[in-house]
Each structure stands twice: as C-alpha cells, then as structure tokens.
C-alpha cells in the first residue's frame, strides 16, 4: 500500500525560528509535492519535486530519492506561515498520494 | 495569475438531495481532479477526467458520483443522493500535463449534508 508518513504532526514555532517539516514515503515515485493548506481550507502548491533540491522566497524543499525522504524547510518563519504543510507522492500515472499534513503554528 | 475557481464555497444540503459543485480550471489545463478533505482527515483523490472521460477514479468515487465537462469552461461534481457522510470539503484542482505534472488547486467547497 502506498504510503506517506509526515513528521511531525504539529509544531510551535517562535517567530525567526528555522522550521523543518519531515516527508517520508515508501514506493519509488514520479514526483513529490509539498502543499500549503490555509487555516481557510485552500490548498496552495509550494513545490513539486523529483530530485534535489528547489528554493522559493523562504522556502527550500529537498528530496533524498535512494532514502525515500523529503523536506521542507521554511527560513526566518513568520506568523503569516502558519498553515497545515501537506506532502503528497505521484508514482507513475497513479493519482496523488497525500499525508496526514504538519500542523505549523508561528507565535510573533 | 490564473487560478482555479470553484462554487459555491459552501453548501448546505439535506440528505437524499442531488448536490452539484462547480469549477473553472485554469483555461489552457487538460486535466481535472476532484479531491475531498473530511474534517480532520487527509485529502482524497476521488477522479481524474481528460478529453472528456474519466481516467481513474478511487473506491469513493461510486454510482452516486458523476463529472461533466458541460462546455469550455466548467467541470462538475454531482453527487446524486447525498448521505451524511459525503460532508467535506471539495476541491478541484488541474494541470497541464498529466501523470506527474504539477496540479493547481481551488479553493474548496465546503458541503454540508444535515
């Protein structure tokens, strides 16, 4: 069964604090996606990757292929990120696999 | 920047209705998704759709769920005879390529079946 672990479930930040968010999975994949899921219940698209490493504005993502492992990392985090940060694998032609998402609370 | 839309933002319905949800994908995308969130639980995947007929669809998505692509514009989710359980939160998302494209996500109708 194809599966997506995230790690961890919820995290307190203070705000500045370097924030890390865990994305492990256990099939080879096509690609990886790292989503952001407003506390209003939109769903924006961070980042889809398949190997390496991708950076936008504070966000870096990086993915270990041979681990199966991925991460998100968000610099000088700031209350506006607080937000449900979900991983989701695509193998082949299957739809989208997604995790349970990784609660982030930024407190000022 | 385009974007998906998708109405209403939130229905309210009774059990045994006939609902129907709407999205607008982003006008040059060629392949549509509906997903569902249950409050508290993980996003789904219910259906994928591309040139006009479904291409997979997951064990949800059964006889009381159909997908339309009634003109250039629109994709649609109904749900036939709603049951309490289909409450959640609905998206539709799209992308221009399939497989491991990226998909762009609306966002959301919330259903409510009493």
């Known amino acids: 069964k194809n599966e997506v672990e995230q790690s961890p479930q919820n995290l307190t930040a203070q705000e500045g604090e370097f924030i890390t968010i865990n994305c492990s999975y256990s099939?080879?994949?096509?690609?990886l996606h790292w989503l952001q899921q407003h506390p209003g219940g939109g769903i924006v698209s961070l980042f889809m990757?398949?190997?390496g490493k991708k950076k936008h504005g504070r966000l870096i993502a990086t993915i270990n292929i041979q681990e199966k492992h991925s991460s998100l990392h968000i610099t000088a985090s700031h209350p506006r990120d607080s937000a449900v940060y979900i991983c989701?694998?695509?193998?082949?032609?299957?739809?989208?696999?997604f995790g349970k998402g990784t609660r982030l609370s930024v407190i000022a | 920047e385009p974007e998906v839309t998708q109405t209403p933002s939130h229905q309210v319905t009774q059990m045994g209705q006939e609902v129907i949800l709407r999205c607008v994908p982003i006008?040059?995308?060629?392949?549509f998704y509906w997903y569902r969130q249950i409050l508290g639980q993980k996003v789904e995947f219910l259906v994928s759709?591309?040139?006009?007929?479904?291409?997979?669809k997951s064990e949800i998505f059964d006889d009381q769920f159909s997908v339309e692509r009634p003109d250039g514009s629109n994709f649609t989710l109904k749900i036939r005879s709603t049951k309490l359980e289909d409450s959640a939160m609905y998206f539709c998302?799209?992308?221009?390529?399939?497989?491991?494209?990226?998909?762009?996500f609306g966002p959301g109708t919330r259903l409510t079946v009493l």
């Open positions: 998302a799209s992308s221009k390529n399939g497989g491991a494209a990226e998909q762009f």
């Open positions: 099939v080879g994949i096509s690609a």
């Open positions: 990757l398949s190997s």
């Open positions: 989701a694998f695509i193998t082949g032609n299957t739809p989208l696999v």
């Open positions: 006008s040059n995308h060629l392949y």
């Open positions: 759709f591309y040139n006009n007929e479904i291409s997979e």
